[in-house]
Structure formats: structure tokens, C-alpha cells
């Protein structure tokens, strides 16, 4: 089972980039997906997922009107990031819950994690 990100890069403020989630080994639609992010020297924080049908997404208070979670039906789920700012800079992980959706808050839900992709907003 691997996920695989993709999407990241060099942006600056007020840029945007949709970062990839791509799984191989299983199918990706029968599994809550999250994204997460790490900022250095900070604690790893949810930033939002997405139901099995991708009819309910969550987001957090801190990117709520600039994130948008959506996944294609078939094995990818994207992270549209608008209006990026400096403190938006972190690496990037989504991650598969295979809970009910409303079991799937923290880390320690997920099971399963891709290796991460980096975000840098700086101008």
C-alpha cells in the first residue's frame, strides 16, 4: 500500500498550487483521505479530508476559504491551496483512514502516509 504526493514547490504569497495524492497497491476510494501538513519545529496538524464518496469534506479554522479537498472517483485526491501564505510553508502529507469518517481526526487514525511533499511560501 503506498501513497505517493506531488504538487509542491516555491510559490509566492498570494500564489497557488493543487497538490496530488496518488495511491498504488490499493483503491484509494474505499479509505477516508487526509491531508496534513509540518511546519519546522512545529507538531504535525490536520488540514483537512475528505469522505469515501467525497460528499463531506473538513477543514480546519486556518485554511477554511483557501483550501479545497476534492478526489476524482478514481485513485487520486487533490488539495487546491489558494491565497498561499508564509505560514503555509511545511511539508505536505496526505494520509488513508480506513475508519468512518467521523473517526477520522487525529494522526493516529491513519494508517497509512505518503513520504511528504514540501510547500514554500516565500516571496
Known amino acids: 500500500l503506498h501513497l505517493v504526493e506531488s504538487g509542491g514547490g516555491l510559490v509566492q504569497p498570494g500564489g497557488s498550487l493543487r497538490l496530488s495524492c496518488a495511491a498504488s497497491g490499493f483503491t484509494l476510494n474505499n479509505y477516508v483521505i487526509g491531508w496534513f501538513r509540518q511546519a519546522p519545529g512545529k507538531e504535525r496538524e490536520g488540514v483537512s479530508k475528505i469522505s469515501r464518496s467525497g460528499g463531506s469534506t473538513n477543514y480546519a479554522d486556518s485554511v477554511k476559504g483557501r483550501f479545497t479537498i476534492s478526489r476524482d472517483g478514481k485513485n487520486t485526491v487533490y488539495l487546491q491551496i489558494n491565497n498561499l501564505k508564509p505560514e503555509d510553508t511545511a511539508i505536505y502529507y496526505c494520509?488513508?483512514?480506513?475508519?468512518?469518517?467521523?473517526?477520522?481526526?487525529?494522526?493516529?487514525?491513519?494508517?497509512?502516509w505518503g513520504q511528504g511533499t514540501q510547500v514554500t511560501v516565500s516571496s
Open positions: 494520509a488513508a483512514c480506513r475508519d468512518s469518517y467521523s473517526r477520522c481526526v487525529s494522526a493516529t487514525s491513519y494508517g497509512y
